[in-house]
């Protein structure tokens, strides 16, 4: 069964920091670029960061440039995200999905990518 499982997430005060990591069963994530999104509450799911298949071309919205670090091991069939400096506006479910190969200069248009998790919930709270 092909799957991808978002795990980390959690409740954590401004400023904290969480790791979020997409791991694959069933397949193997290194010929996929493999983004992260996420969902608030009324809103829709934007792009947060995406990294090519072998890691050598990343990309993040401005919103968490400098905060978050995209990473991928593709001999444990993971990539992670770590988030720094979390701020109320980053709660949400974050999602990991998978488009081939490359993210593309519209990495950040969800209806691209093909898999997705079933997410895990972010919770930024004092």
């Known amino acids: 069964q092909v799957q991808l499982v978002e795990s980390g997430g959690g409740l954590v005060q401004p400023g904290g920091s969480l790791r979020l990591s997409c791991a694959a069963s069933?397949?193997?994530?290194?010929?996929?670029?493999i983004g992260w999104f996420r969902q608030a509450p009324g809103k829709e799911r934007e792009g947060v960061s995406c990294?090519?298949?072998?890691?050598?071309?990343?990309y993040y919205a401005d919103s968490v440039k400098a905060r978050f670090t995209i990473s991928r091991d593709n001999t444990r069939n993971t990539v992670l995200l770590q988030m720094n400096s979390l701020k109320f506006e980053d709660t949400a479910v974050y999602y990991c999905?998978?488009?081939?190969?490359?993210?593309?200069?519209?990495?950040?248009?969800?209806?691209?990518?093909?898999?997705w998790g079933q997410g895990t919930q972010v919770t930024v709270s004092s």
């Open positions: 999905a998978t488009r081939p190969t490359t993210c593309g200069s519209n990495w950040y248009d969800s209806g691209r990518f093909g898999s």
């Open positions: 990294i090519s298949s072998i890691g050598r071309t990343t």
């Open positions: 069933g397949f193997t994530l290194g010929g996929y670029a």
